[in-house]
T-cell receptor
Framework: AQSVTQPDIHITVSEGASLELRCNYS??????LFWYVQSPGQGLQLLLK??????LVQGIKGFEAEFKRSQSSFNLRKPSVHWSDAAEYFC?????????????FGTGTRLQVTL | GAVVSQHPSRVICKSGTSVKIECRSL??????MFWYRQFPKQSLMLMAT?????????EQGVEKDKFLINHASLTLSTLTVTSAHPEDSSFYIC?????????????FGPGTRLTVL
């Protein structure tokens, strides 16, 4: 069964500092990988996704993530965090198919940004 | 593009009543919609997958008679929580899938906060 682990439940960084949120997955083959952000009381917004090709993917709001097959990881990074980045971040994995398939989400990492 | 709406955004009801939540894809046709449930400070748990014109597929442990899902058109799916109880209080999020070249990416609605008194 596929699973996603986000080891850090809560992270606090200073505004302007760099950020890395960890995500490890367990899957039988190369999955599709996603990072979503959720503000309080809101739905999910897609930050970026990895399907194939270049293992470093760029997303919105200055985020990027790197797929490392050998480590089964898909960590999210941002060079300089802004106060508006404070939110909940979810990593998700889906099967490598061409049809709509369910996603498995990690437990999320809550990001707090101090000024 | 690819906007998904949910209505209502927030609902409070008495125990024993039924509540209907609508999920609409506003600018695309969604052949598949997903319903998730999220408890406070927890992740999203998939409840069911809904395909237009056919019966929904429920995840293990989800009561299909309690959580009725209807996907009558390519732009609308509804989730009805029947005989709601306080333990059904949660944040319900839908997503809609649009065909693309590589993958039917899911677009999420803003969620519905259900409180059962």
């Amino acid at each position: 069964a596929q699973s996603v682990t986000q080891p850090d439940i809560h992270i606090t960084v200073s505004e302007g500092a760099s950020l890395e949120l960890r995500c490890n997955y367990s899957y039988g083959a190369t999955p599709y990988l996603f990072w979503y952000v959720q503000s309080p009381g809101q739905g999910l917004q897609l930050l970026l996704k990895y399907f194939s090709g270049d293992t470093l993917v760029q997303g919105i709001k200055g985020f990027e993530a790197e797929f490392k097959r050998s480590q089964s990881s898909f960590n999210l990074r941002k060079p300089s965090v802004h106060w508006s980045d404070a939110a909940e971040y979810f990593c998700a994995v889906g099967p490598n198919t061409g049809t709509a398939s369910k996603l498995t989400f990690g437990t999320g990492t809550r990001l707090q940004v101090t000024l | 593009g690819a906007v998904v709406s949910q209505h209502p955004s927030r609902v409070i009801c008495k125990s024993g009543t039924s509540v209907k939540i609508e999920c609409r894809s506003l600018d695309f046709q969604a052949t598949t919609m997903f319903w998730y449930r999220q408890f406070p400070k927890q992740s999203l748990m998939l409840m069911a997958t809904s395909n237009e014109g056919s019966k929904a597929t429920y995840e293990q442990g989800v009561e299909k008679d309690k959580f009725l899902i209807n996907h009558a058109s390519l732009t609308l799916s509804t989730l009805t929580v029947t005989s709601a109880h306080p333990e059904d209080s949660s944040f319900y999020i839908c997503s809609a899938s649009q065909s693309s070249l590589n993958y039917n990416e899911q677009f999420f609605g803003p969620g519905t906060r259900l409180t059962v008194l």
